[in-house]
């Protein structure tokens, strides 16, 4: 995942709180990685397309941006 082009959530907040995810997946083989914005280097979570989608989706994502 080092090689991977990075970009910060347009749910992030002004904050200090964001996230940031990769596109570079999805197309190939359907997954979503993010990562802390502050801790690049440190752990990563992938989601499948689909769940990323229906977690934005939820609003519930709007809890962690607040």
């Not at 904050?15 to 280097?41: A, F, M, W």
Request: a negative charge; one cysteine or more.
């Amino acid at each position: 995942m080092s090689n991977l082009n990075w970009r910060k959530s347009s749910y992030s907040g002004n904050g200090h709180e964001c996230v940031e995810v990769s596109d570079d997946l999805i197309k190939s083989d359907g997954l979503v990685p993010v990562r802390d914005s502050k801790n690049p280097g440190g752990p990563k979570a992938v989601f499948s397309e689909t769940a990323w989608s229906a977690f934005i989706q939820s609003g519930y994502a709007r809890e962690f941006a607040a």
